[in-house]
């Protein structure tokens, strides 16, 4: 953690995008219900996001499950598919907030 003049900045995430170019990002925040899971699917442009409320399993086809708790960060690249992304709670809702690193006018998902 970095402190300078009362200014804390704590590294959540470093993700390597490759060549890419990124023209705009559009920023989301999604609540899943409890309980709710997104289907199988993928992002035509890399995602990062991080955690605001609850705890998320997160799995990229081929890679272990991931338990992302308030606060965590997460990346998700481009073209890829996400097996699981999902509220770990049966009791509570789970917030997070996205952001879609774009080139152009690109989808934000596609559901498999």
Do not use: W
């Not at 590294?11 to 390597?16: I, K, M, R, V, Y």
């Not at 699917?41 to 308030?70: S, W």
Request: hydrophobic letters at 40%; proline letters at 5%; aromatic letters at 8%.
């Amino acid at each position: 953690m970095e402190q300078s003049n009362n200014i804390i900045r704590k590294p959540l995430l470093t993700a390597n995008l490759g060549e890419r170019t990124v023209t705009s990002v559009e920023i989301k925040e999604i609540t899943l219900a409890p309980g709710q899971k997104a289907g199988l699917h993928l992002h035509p442009c890399p995602v990062t996001g991080y955690i605001a409320k609850g705890t998320a399993i997160m799995q990229v086809e081929g890679e272990e499950e991931l338990i992302l708790n308030t606060g965590d960060a997460f990346y998700e690249p481009a073209d890829v598919h996400i097996a699981q992304f999902s509220n770990y709670s049966d009791s509570e809702p789970m917030t997070f907030i996205a952001f879609y690193l774009l080139n152009g006018n690109q989808e934000l998902i596609k559901m498999l």
